[in-house]
């Protein structure tokens, strides 16, 4: 993989704990970031710089989803990082 001008994908499954409700996933990436879970759009940042990205989805308890990263690397640094927390997490 070249250190530039790259595209990555990541796919699986995350399956909820015990807990129905507003799951939050954050993203944070250097460059663009896309984050589906279910085909269903959770985040979008795929133009622009490096930032951090904020999606929320309502999920079922005990449920596996599949879910599905996308990574674009423009030039520069490259990082990319998935975060998630639970309805009983808070804010």
Partial sequence: VPSDNYIAIWTGTIKTSGESGIWRFRTDSDDG???YIDGEVVID???GNAGIGFGAIELSANTAYDIRMEYHEGIGNQYCFLQWAPPSAGG
């Fill in 33 to 35: 970031i896309r984050l």
């Fill in 45 to 47: 940042r795929w133009l």
